[in-house]
């Protein structure tokens, strides 16, 4: 598997270097006027300096993704605990507990008989 790797490494090595020797032609960017280089880059650069920015936008999205996805399951694993608590409390004979403003029904007249 690591010989594997290797090749796949080596090949998408030599694409990079093919590609960079392929695309030196000078770019120079501007925005309304505004020089973002004093000089031009090479047209190699510039993709790779974007495809380097979409990496890093993609990796700050995924890792919000992960702090959400982190909170909802600390959430859910807490309403786990109170359900087995609230569960504990019934096999020993407990009546379940009622939280000060917690709406309760009364039970129906078929529950009664």
Do not use: W
Request: include cysteine; aromatic fraction near 12%.
């Amino acid at each position: 598997m690591k010989v594997i790797y290797t090749i796949i490494v080596a090949i998408f090595v030599m694409f990079i270097i093919t590609f960079s020797l392929e695309n030196t032609a000078p770019v120079k960017l501007q925005y309304h006027g505004f020089d973002f280089f004093k000089g031009s880059l090479p047209t190699y650069m510039l993709i790779f300096l974007s495809f380097l920015a979409g990496v890093i936008f993609t990796g700050f999205m995924g890792i919000v993704e992960r702090f959400r996805l982190t909170r909802t399951i600390n959430r859910l694993n807490k309403t786990i605990r109170d359900l087995r608590r609230e569960m504990k409390a019934n096999e020993n004979g407990n009546p379940p507990c009622i939280k000060a403003g917690e709406k309760t029904t009364p039970p129906s007249s078929e529950e009664i008989l």
